[in-house]
């Protein structure tokens, strides 16, 4: 009964609450325990609470979306900028190759910095844009890092294309250092061999110099003296003081005077260690003049046993062997695969009148030259026609940068040689 009455007095007591959103809930109690009545509040499940919540959620997401398309957009600017250097590099190779190279010229400018004309500025600048290239994909992955750690998906086939892009354009890249290398090897080369050849040239002009300055001794000029060579022995001959550099192409003119028969024996030789016959000018028995390099022989279509002065000149390069013989400023023949691709090679030595089977001796009297010669010079150089047109007609005097013919140079050997003062051109020339 006590019961019923408690649940009758709770009964009334939640009726008389006004209605203000709240529930309450009642249970028993034991009848020794507190006879109060205990009411617990539920959870407000107003309709406006939901709605903000879904209102968050949905401002959430919609900013997630508008990060993920800038970062979208930004990608596809980047490999659109890529495409555009990768075209560049693409041309520019194309460029180079037909010989344009307008691509890297002071004209047009490229995206990527223009490249310098140094090789070595070419090659750090390069360099750097690689680096560069290489610190943008990385700050692109560590965007996809982020993107993942916030539950935005990154798209896999535009990081593919972006890696395939820099790969291929890696490649050209390292194509095109590998090409400014080399060039940067050839211009160095080519720089050498022509500091050479003017420190050559320069020191021929010094010892003329010096020469003239001495006043030539008993001669007028330095250059104007022969060299005689009256009998065929074997120790008649002169000797030139000075050696030849290793050599890919040489031009030997000379003035040589002989009546000397059979044949006027070898107005010219140089040896050097393993190869006697390195060059050697030659007229033996009744064949006619013979050219040998490295051991190899050429005819030559000339004729001076006349005893009359002439002058000849031998051109040669390695390049396929080619040779060409000139007298008194014409050219007489021609002719390939003569040592081809041999170099001449250095630190020999140059003898005047004798034929070496040894370097620097054991001569041969049955070979030895009979006759005079002047003015024997050699270039490392083919001479052009007109040049030696111009030595043979008596109008200029050109001295050779290899060797020079000075008579500081020349060296006389044996009783009966002699180095004696050379009348005027006129008289060298031949007769009519």
Not at 93 to 109: M, N
Not at 198 to 223: C, H, Y
Not at 298 to 305: D, I, S
Request: glycine share 10%; charged share 25%.
């Amino acid at each position: 009964m006590f019961s019923l009455l408690c649940g009758l007095l709770c009964f009334c007591a939640l009726s008389a609450q006004p209605d203000d959103g709240k529930r309450f809930i009642c249970r028993a109690v034991p009848i020794s325990g507190d006879v109060g009545c205990p009411v617990t509040l539920l959870p407000d499940l107003s309709v406006g609470g939901q709605e903000e919540e879904l209102r968050n959620t949905v401002m959430q997401l919609r900013e997630t979306i508008l990060q993920q398309k800038e970062t979208i957009s930004k990608q596809l600017g980047t490999i659109n900028e890529l495409t555009t250097k990768l075209s560049l590099c693409a041309s520019a190779i194309t460029d180079r190759k037909y010989g344009k190279g307008a691509s890297w010229g002071k004209e047009k400018q490229n995206t990527m910095g223009d490249v310098p004309t140094d090789p070595n500025d070419s090659i750090d600048s390069l360099g750097k844009t690689m680096q560069g290239l290489k610190e943008r994909l990385e700050n692109l992955e560590q965007q996809q890092m982020r993107a993942n750690l916030s539950g935005a998906s990154f798209p896999s086939e535009l990081r593919d294309l972006l890696q395939r892009r820099l790969g291929e354009l890696e490649k050209q890249l390292l194509k095109k250092v590998s090409s400014l290398e080399e060039e940067k090897s050839q211009l160095s080369n080519a720089t050498a061999a022509y500091r050479l050849k003017t420190e050559s040239t320069l020191n021929a002009l010094v010892e003329r110099i010096s020469e003239l300055e001495k006043g030539g001794g008993d001669f007028k000029s330095p250059e104007q003296f022969k060299l005689s060579l009256p009998q065929r022995t074997n120790y008649l001959y002169g000797r030139i003081t000075k050696t030849l550099p290793e050599m890919y192409a040489f031009t030997l003119c000379m003035w040589i005077k002989s009546s000397a028969s059979p044949g006027v024996g070898t107005p010219f030789s140089y040896g050097v260690p393993g190869q006697a016959n390195e060059i050697v000018l030659i007229e033996w028995g009744n064949n006619p003049i013979e050219l040998l390099i490295n051991d190899k022989v050429a005819q030559l279509p000339l004729e001076v046993r006349d005893g009359q002065w002439h002058h000849i000149c031998i051109c040669w390069t390695t390049r396929d062997g080619q040779w060409e013989a000139y007298q008194d400023g014409e050219k007489l023949g021609t002719g390939d695969n003569l040592a081809a691709w041999h170099p001449i090679k250095p630190g020999g030595a140059i003898i005047l009148g004798q034929e070496q089977d040894v370097v620097g001796g054991r001569f041969d009297a049955g070979q030895a030259f009979v006759g005079e010669l002047s003015q024997v010079n050699i270039w490392d150089r083919v001479l052009k026609p007109v040049e030696i047109q111009s030595m043979a007609n008596c109008s200029s005097y050109l001295a050779g940068n290899v060797i020079s013919w000075l008579s500081s140079n020349v060296e006389v050997f044996g009783r009966g040689a002699f180095k004696r003062p050379l009348e005027i051109c006129q008289e060298r020339l031949p007769k009519v």
